[in-house]
């Protein structure tokens, strides 16, 4: 059973850099991907960043580009994404989510439970 598990959350001052981290256990992650979504109060969930365990690579939506980076740690199987300049609109439930297909972005087969992102003005 593949279980991922989402920290660094919490209330963050606009203009904060918080690191989210996603540790992912359960099954042998060195294909695949990995993604970020939000969701902000009273909107659908939104993509907002992905990367490759094999090669690193990695893919920002465009609402993010420039203001998030994406890292992965393959032996300690953990994901992060590290947010800049955070707004109140940015203010969100944070997911992770894994994707077994080594090519392409997606589908994504697992989800954490989240963490909240809560940025104050």
């Known amino acids: 059973q593949v279980q991922l598990v989402e920290s660094g959350g919490g209330l963050v001052q606009a203009g904060g850099s918080p690191r989210l981290s996603c540790a992912a256990s359960?099954?042998?992650?060195?294909?695949?991907?990995m993604a970020w979504f939000r969701q902000a109060p009273g909107k659908e969930r939104e993509f907002v960043a992905a990367?490759?365990?094999?090669?690193?690579?990695?893919y920002d939506a465009m609402s993010v580009k420039g203001r998030c980076t994406t890292s992965r740690d393959n032996a300690k199987k953990t994901v992060y994404l590290q947010m800049n300049g955070l707004k109140p609109e940015n203010t969100a439930f944070y997911y992770c989510?894994?994707?077994?297909?080594?090519?392409?972005?997606?589908?994504?087969?697992?989800w954490g439970q989240g963490t909240q992102v809560t940025v104050s003005s």
């Open positions: 989510a894994a994707g077994r297909k080594s090519v392409g972005w997606g589908p994504w087969d697992y």
């Open positions: 359960g099954r042998a992650f060195s294909s695949g991907a």
């Open positions: 990367i490759s365990w094999s090669d690193g690579n990695t």
